[in-house]
């Protein structure tokens, strides 16, 4: 098993910057994919920012420019830096990793506990 521990949450004002942490732990055999999804009340849980193979990076277009995701292979551990936060970033964010446990296990998704991000003055 793969357990994911995040870390950075907060209350922040317009403006502000928040850096989010994601340390992945277990049984770890690779990694495929890290990620930061976000929740807002009433709304669907979306695509955040994603690192595919350590190479490939994609972002939601709402923080295309002020959000930064980042990975440090040897510490199994991800970063989501956001600068310029607004108000409707507010959401929990969580962490997901795409990893096998085993060489010969499939590959599978794991989520964080996710961490509360709140922009208001």
């Known amino acids: 098993q793969v357990q994911l521990v995040e870390s950075g949450g907060g209350l922040v004002q317009p403006g502000g910057s928040l850096r989010l942490s994601c340390a992945a732990s277990g049984s770890i055999f690779s990694i495929n994919a890290m990620g930061w999804y976000r929740q807002a009340p009433g709304n669907q849980r979306e695509l955040v920012a994603l690192n595919t193979n350590g190479a490939d990076t994609n972002y939601a277009d709402s923080v295309k420019g002020r959000f930064t995701i980042s990975r440090d292979n040897a510490k199994n551990t991800v970063y989501l830096q956001m600068n310029s936060l607004k108000p409707e970033d507010t959401a929990v964010y969580y962490c997901?990793?795409?990893?096998?446990?085993?060489?010969?296990?499939?590959?599978?998704?794991?989520w964080g506990q996710g961490t509360q991000v709140t922009v208001s003055s």
């Open positions: 997901n990793v795409r990893a096998r446990s085993g060489r010969f296990s499939p590959m599978r998704d794991y």
